[in-house]
């Protein structure tokens, strides 16, 4: 397999942005359409707020056999120019976007940019993955002590392994072969020669929905991804489902696993998800909209203006504004082209902090008491710099209104999160927090409020949620097994 040199140039992560919880990685693959890179490659770009870091694309022709190109930074950057993409023919093609992990933010190294590849004895196979595996590290020691030789850091890699040793004699079985080995949260695109494939954990944590444009198949993470090209959106991949996908037989779909009661990650209809997509039948912009009208009905104030803090908590304001009564407006305008790669972070650069992408609205808050909501605090910092903006901007009283409930526990997941002792909600009481950030009142959404907004008229069962909200409630669906190893104390059962 061919891989066209990388850029030499290093990525630099964003040092403006480190306080919200970030999804680690978005798919996409193709199959039956001519230039299945092409539309990956747009995939990826409406993809790209699930992750800013690296990309990678793979792709199979059956003249050239497989090809790789792999690059640190956007998408726009990397794979739009005929040098790179005429490197990609083939019908079939599956592709990659990343954040790096908590552990190795701002380092992510090139040899960890999906997707993988591995030659098999039926044939070359890639895989790409959004997700964690929970148990990878015992894995990962328990394959090394049998012979593996591992090429990254990446728990991804595992499953190319586990693959390697199966005695299955299809790649499809192989695969399910190795996930029944695995253990977390993974939405999945690979390839062969001539098979799409897709599979979603046995929860259904992760997303992947499937789509349709003339003769070929699309596999994505988000529908939006689906409407960037013009692919008709079909349904959601069903949790525990595999669905392998060729031009000549069409679409099969297995169940590999145990049926288990479905559990999707909550924040992603609160953060992660682009609100133009369809989430779980639902529109992510409704959702968050009905976020808005739920918070304000729990946590009224009394107030002049509700702001969003940009983008996030845009449908969540407008939400809170018709239910409340009060005037929505923009206090707090975003600077769009503030990119990752602006400029070298200085001392000096780093201490104006959010003021290069946020500005305050100045005519507009002066001498308003100011309701700003937002989707979510992790460590705070953030919330206190654009506090201390309205404030100086002239506002009378700064009110904040979480379009989350406190986010209290770490996400083993597949979400960048910062470990529990750095989480403001695991050390500190709501009205510790309030003083901390230094604003006139703070509430967050309740978790029975958040799962009404999401569709669940009778808020959280609490023996049977409808969904994975281990980062509010520690209530982990999946044990993280490795960071148990690790000394990680789980909740208390209540």
Known sequence: MRHPAPDAAPFRADPFDDDHLREECGVFGVVGLSDAAQFVALGLHALQHRGQEAGGIVAYHPDQGFNSARRMGYVRDNFTSAAVMDTLPGELAIGHVRYSTAGSKGHTAIRDVQPFFGEFAMGGAAIAHNGNITNATALRRELIERGSIFQSSSDTECIIHLMARSLQRTIPERMKDALRRVEGAYSIVAMTRTKLIGVRDPLGVRPLVLGRLGEGWVLASETCALDIIGSEFLREILPGEMVVISAKDGLQSFQPFERARPRSCIFEQVYFSRPDSILGGRSVYETRHQIGIELAREAPADADLVCPVPDSGTPAAIGYAKESGIPFGFGIVRNQYVGRTFIEPTEHIRNMGVRLKLNVNRALVRGKRIVLVDDSVVRGTTSRKIKDMILEAG????????????????????????????????????????????????????????????????????????????????????????????????????
């Open 395 to 494: 506002a009378a009283e700064v009110h904040f209104r979480i379009a989350s409930p406190p986010t209290a526990w770490p996400c083993f997941y597949g979400v960048d999160t910062p470990e529990r002792s750095k989480l403001l909600a695991a050390t500190m009481s709501e009205p510790e927090m309030r003083d901390w950030i230094g604003v006139d009142s703070l509430r967050f959404i309740s978790l029975d409020g958040l799962y009404r907004a999401a569709g669940e008229a009778a808020g959280r069962d609490p023996k049977a949620p409808a969904f994975c909200d281990a980062c509010f409630s520690g209530d982990y669906p999946v044990a993280p097994s490795d960071m148990i190893d690790k000394g990680f104390a789980l909740k208390a059962a209540e």
